[in-house]
């Protein structure tokens, strides 16, 4: 048997022509015919002699989707490992992600939203192998077994590889609810399977955004207003052009946007030579002269107002309960704006024709494309066409579409291919900013220690007030006030207050978003209410965590990892500690146990941190730990160091020198655990993050005396008292 | 015109002199392995070998390269020695990528350690793996490097 030939365009169009009136994706069968050499089993699957290959529609950002969900095919489809292969799939409706209702990563989704869906697509798939054999071979479907890629008839020794079926099985009935394999016949789930993706990039093979080469492709440099909400006043090109006539061999053309100016060239090197040359006046509108000292007071101004704008939460009574109680605990904590700094700066290729507009683009976000890109180029719905690369980290940044959108408009400007990258200043001077944030946390304890009431209150900016408008009610952004009240300690009465804080500079989703930034406030009055009572910190959160046998087996893991209460080998001249915070979010619970050694005259090294994670299900345990590891890293870099300032309305960092990543050096050694559980999937790559700051600033506490209730502590004296 | 050795090739280019030798491999030779980050020197993603040594390819302009032999990540895997064999297997083992973007960098700046040292110690390794990694494997660099060091 012959298989059909099937192009890219083919597959999309079939799987989004058959997915009519289908409301899950995932099970379709009947295949448009077209170019190529694969069957389209249906919208996730494609099936060739010797390979199965998996069309995953979360991006790639690092986070393992490109393993993970592959493995939720195979386990139910039954064919060997090795013969997987992965594409991304292209954009289209069919590939929204269930929890997000559109083509997007984030929120630690991918693996929740799709655990049920590509089980069922492979479970679908592999039982229409079945009934295709049934068919051609007259025999009871019960008489056959598929397993590792081929359906036996032992009865009559008779085999075919699913290569062989899948075009027969292609033209079968599509089952509606196909059986899934029980758990404890599960060979793929829950293994830690090497990562697909990872050959490729060791060999320096991984296509990302800025690798994309076309023909007669152009690159750009930008240079943004750099005032926010400003815009181009007037371009003086007259030292490109010395003699006042053509630009110099190699620069295309110099391309105005409403906030930026573009130059594209033969190379990029030659386009940002000659943005350097350009003279250009902003108009830099009403946020010229804001500075961190401005929005400082903002903040406190919002904290300190008589009438907040919103109570997200009001849970018993809260005031009597505070009025009773035998001692109060209170803080403000202090947080900074942060940038992403993805490695790969913002960048995206784009070829627009009067009736196309393709783009190749690292993004966490195809459908928001589609939504904008018609509408600016004047174009149809069905003339955008979003092809994903790998995407060299994301962590919420690229959820915004503002490069991809500037690309569009350079292609369409200049009539050819252009690859637009921004040089680092640029990316870390336009960025949408996690929100800076002061709280004023308070509790309350009883005589025995035990919580009776919590008060909080935040000011900060809005994220959702820009990205989704309609989600804020009565001034209330729930993802500024996440994981506060929702957490498993005893919280009979609870008062959760938030202020938008206005600051003009533009913020964003940022790895957990809501949650560090609270963790951070929680986790240090935890720890500042047990040491008020001369308590052991672990043991007092285990005192408040009864009821949560989760969150307890979660906690008592890492202080066992951690020897918690083995003391820690001295050191000379130096002080050690250990602190320990505990989070749950996105549907798992983290417990991390930082330990420190604080030098007589004020330096800090990060001796080991334990991170446990429960997720519930766990798809790869090994890419779980290997997110939580990352989470660790990327929250101790942001508490050390991460603080975006700005000046006369301009961001003063620029450049890793100004806005430093841990590095190796840095680094602590890491002990991870994910723990065991046959629980519903968590979310994973963020859930590790919240408790990282205050675990650290609780060992800080522990080993010098010294409480931190500001970040970064880059520049803080944390010398033993 | 500069002539300079790439992976084994020589090549002569005409470009302006003050082109950092990054963007002479990514846009004029079609070599995309090695990566763009700062621009700057500080993140090591533009990792390459200059005669031998590590260098930054975005801080060294091509008028500097004349004679000079530079080997890219691709030349590394294209003729792979019993270093770049280790270290490659090593990453692969000890599952290190995540985004993967920092990664053929730190594979450069890994087999120019080991060849100059075979069995570092873990301060030797802190001192020249300087790279940056944004998704926080620098915990499995250091296993990496270490299992790559006991199999060559």
């Known amino acids: 048997m012959s298989p059909i030939n099937l192009s890219r365009r083919g597959v999309l169009k079939g799987a989004g022509v058959l997915m009519l009136g289908v409301h899950l994706p995932g099970v379709v069968a009947h295949s448009a015919a ?27 950002l690092g986070q393992g989707v490109f393993t993970a969900l592959p493995m939720l095919v195979a386990e139910e489809l039954g064919v060997d490992w090795k013969n997987i292969r992965v594409e991304m799939a292209p954009y289209d409706p069919v590939y929204a992600n269930p929890l997000l209702g559109a083509m997007r990563t984030g929120g630690s989704t991918s693996v929740r939203a799709f655990f049920l869906p590509l089980r069922r697509a492979g479970a679908a798939a592999r039982l229409m192998m079945l009934v295709g054999a049934s068919r051609i071979w007259r025999v009871p479907i019960e008489q056959l ?54 050959p490729a990039k060791v060999k320096g093979d991984a296509v990302f955004g800025i690798d994309i080469r076309l023909p007669g492709q152009t690159y750009a440099a930008i240079r943004h207003c750099p005032v926010f909400g400003g815009s181009l006043s007037k371009l003086d090109e007259s030292a490109l052009k010395p003699r006042g006539g053509a630009y110099p061999t190699g620069i295309i053309a110099v391309v105005s946007l409403k906030d930026a100016v573009a130059v594209v060239a033969d190379s990029w090197w030659q ?21 961190s000292n401005s929005f400082d007071s903002v903040l406190g101004r919002d904290l300190d107002s008589k009438d907040p704008k919103a109570i997200a939460v009001n849970r018993g009574d809260v005031d009597l309960a505070l009025k009773g109680a035998y001692k109060i605990v209170e803080s403000v904590y202090r947080q900074p704006f942060l940038a992403h700094a993805t490695l790969e700066p913002m960048n995206c290729t784009a070829n627009v024709t009067p009736n196309s507009c393709e783009l ?57 291919p252009v690859q637009l990258i921004w040089s680092r200043e640029e990316d870390m001077r336009h960025d949408f900013y996690r929100p800076a944030s002061l709280t004023r946390a308070m509790v309350g304890l009883d005589s025995s220690g035990y919580p009776v009431g919590w008060i ?76 008020a009572l001369s308590r052991d910190p672990c043991r007092f959160r285990r005192a408040l965590l009864t009821k949560s046998p989760r969150a307890l087996a979660v906690l008592n893991k890492a202080a066992e990892l951690a020897g918690w209460d083995e003391p820690l080998a001295e050191v000379l001249e130096a002080r050690r500690g250990r602190g320990i915070a505990f989070h749950e979010a996105f549907g798992s619970a983290v417990a991390e146990v930082v330990e420190v050694t604080v030098f007589a005259d004020g330096r800090l090294k990060l001796d080991r941190v334990v991170g446990v994670i429960d997720c ?37 960092q620029g450049n890793f020198n100004d806005y430093p990543l841990l590095t190796l050096a840095e680094a602590p050694r890491l002990v991870v655990h994910v723990m065991a559980s046959d629980g519903p999937p968590g979310g994973v790559s963020e859930a590790g993050v919240p408790p990282i700051a205050p675990a650290l600033t609780n060992a800080i506490f522990t080993a010098t005396g010294r409480r931190l209730r500001a970040l970064p502590i880059a520049g803080q004296d944390i010398r033993s008292l | 015109m500069v002539e300079l050795s790439v992976n084994d090739r020589t090549v002569k280019v005409d470009v302006a002199p ?108 802190a001192e020249a793996m300087t790279n940056l990694c944004r998704c926080g494997t620098y915990d499995r660099v250091r296993k990496a490097i270490s299992r790559a060091a006991v199999s060559s």
């Open chain 1, 145 to 198: 077994v598929a397993e590792d890629g081929i359906v036996t008839h032992a009865a009559s020794d008779r085999r075919a590889s699913y290569g062989a079926l899948a075009q027969l099985a292609s033209r079968q009935k599509v089952p509606a609810d196909p059986p899934l394999r029980e758990r404890n016949r599960w060979t793929v789930i829950g293994k830690s399977l090497p990562r697909l993706d990872i």
């Open chain 1, 456 to 531: 909080y209150r935040i000011a900060a900016p809005s994220v959702l007030a820009r990205v989704s408008p309609d989600s804020v009610r009565g001034g209330l952004d729930a993802g500024a006030v996440a994981g506060i009240s929702d957490q498993p300690y005893g919280f009979s009465a609870v008062r959760v207050e938030y202020v938008r804080s206005q600051t003009g500079i533009p913020v964003g989703f940022w790895r957990s978003n809501g949650h560090a930034p609270n963790a951070f406030a929680m986790e240090s009055l935890i720890d500042e209410a047990a040491f």
């Open chain 1, 34 to 60: 077209a170019g190529g050499n694969s069957i389209v089993i249906n919208a996730w699957l494609k099936i060739s002699t010797d390979t199965t290959t998996v069309l995953v529609a979360s991006s790639e």
């Open chain 1, 271 to 291: 386009a940002r030579s000659a943005l350097g040359k350009l003279v250009i006046t902003w108009k830099e509108g009403v946020n010229a002269n804001i500075t």
């Open chain 1, 360 to 416: 190749w683009v690292p993004t966490q976000d195809q459908s928001a494309y589609c939504k904008i890109l018609p509408d600016l180029l004047g174009l149809g719905p069905d003339q955008i066409k979003i092809n994903t690369s790998f995407v060299g980290g994301s962590f919420g940044r690229r959820l915004e579409s503002d490069f991809g959108v500037e690309a569009a408009l350079l292609s369409k400007a200049v009539g050819r």
């Open chain 1, 616 to 652: 519930g299900t766990t798809v790869n345990p090994d890419i779980v730990a290997a997110q939580l590891e990352g989470a660790i890293l990327f929250g101790l870099s942001a508490a050390l160091t991460g603080r975006i300032t700005v000046d006369n309305g301009r961001v003063v």
């Open chain 2, 18 to 125: 003050d082109t950092p030798l990054l963007w002479l491999l990514r846009d004029h030779l079609g070599l995309t392995g090695t990566k763009f980050g700062c621009g700057s020197g500080l993140c090591g993603a533009c990792s390459v070998l200059i005669n031998g040594a590590v260098a930054r390819a975005c801080s060294v302009p091509c008028s500097t390269l004349d004679g000079a032999k530079v080997t890219t990540i691709e030349g590394l895997i294209a003729a792979p020695d019993s270093v770049v064999t280790g270290v490659t297997e090593a990453w692969i083992a000890e599952q290190v990528p995540q985004c993967g973007y920092c990664t053929p960098g730190m594979v450069v700046s890994a087999v120019a350690l080991l060849r100059k040292m075979p069995h570092p110690a873990e301060p030797a390794i």
